[in-house]
């Protein structure tokens, strides 16, 4: 069975400081998926990113970047200098795909971290 | 504006009751999902259509159903419902089936029961 876990259930920054939301994730598959989404507090997840279990480059988007290492079954989430408008909850999932490296849509969540961006 | 349109977007009730969430997804995804968020449980899946086919099934109750029809809208029905199923509702929409690659979801902005 897979299996998200976000270890950090909240957190607190001031704004600017750089912070890191960890993910950790158990499948047995040797194909799938990873995927950041975004919880505003109005409510909608926000699509941030997906990577599949081939591609180990960390990528980085703005003031986003993410670390995926396969050895350590871990896809962790960076802000650098954040912001007020980045407080959400932050959620990771994981997604099977099929013999053909589709994903599946169905995605198993971690329970979501908490974000606070104090000004 | 994600492109998937949920309604309605409060909705409360009593125990017992039966209700129906429906589901618009973006232009062009054939495919449905059927996600629900609780303080105790967490986001979970549901279900997914994929062209009106029952693809996909998770953790729903037997008091839950879902469709997709002909024009690729999907409804959830929640049936004598109980304290516990209040909740949010989302519904995603994705283009799986398309050969589209990696299948990323859009969710919509969610329905939001409250069963008293």
């Known amino acids: 069975a897979q299996k998200v876990t976000q270890a950090q259930t909240e957190i607190s920054v001031v704004e600017k400081e750089d912070v890191t939301l960890d993910c950790v994730y158990e499948t047995r598959d040797t194909t799938y998926y990873l995927f950041w989404y975004k919880q505003p507090p109005s409510g909608e997840l926000v699509f941030l990113i997906r990577?599949?279990?081939?591609?180990?480059q960390n990528e980085i988007s703005g003031r986003y970047s993410w670390n995926f290492q396969k050895s350590t079954s871990s896809f962790n989430f960076t802000i650098t200098a954040s912001q007020v408008v980045d407080s959400a909850v932050y959620f990771c999932?994981?997604?099977?795909?099929?013999?053909?490296?589709?994903?599946?849509?169905?995605?198993?969540f971690g329970q979501g971290t908490i974000l606070t961006v104090h000004p | 504006d994600s492109g998937v349109t949920q309604t309605p977007k409060h909705l409360i009730t009593a125990t017992g009751q039966r209700v129906t969430l429906r589901c618009s997804p973006r232009?062009?995804?054939?495919?449905v999902y059927w996600y629900q968020q609780s303080l105790d449980q967490g986001l979970q899946f549901l279900i997914q259509y994929y062209n009106g086919e029952e693809r996909a099934k998770g953790n729903i109750l037997e008091r839950f159903s879902a469709q997709q029809f002909p024009d690729l809208h999907s409804e959830l029905n929640l049936s004598s419902l109980e304290l516990g199923d209040s909740a949010l509702y989302f519904c995603?929409?994705?283009?799986?089936?398309?050969?589209?690659?990696?299948?990323?979801?859009?969710f919509g902005a969610g329905s939001r029961l409250t069963v008293l």
């Open positions: 232009s062009g995804d054939l495919s």
């Open positions: 999932a994981l997604s099977e795909a099929d013999a053909g490296g589709t994903s599946y849509g169905k995605l198993t």
């Open positions: 990577r599949n279990s081939f591609d180990e």
């Open positions: 995603a929409s994705s283009a799986y089936g398309t050969g589209t690659g990696a299948n990323v979801l859009t």
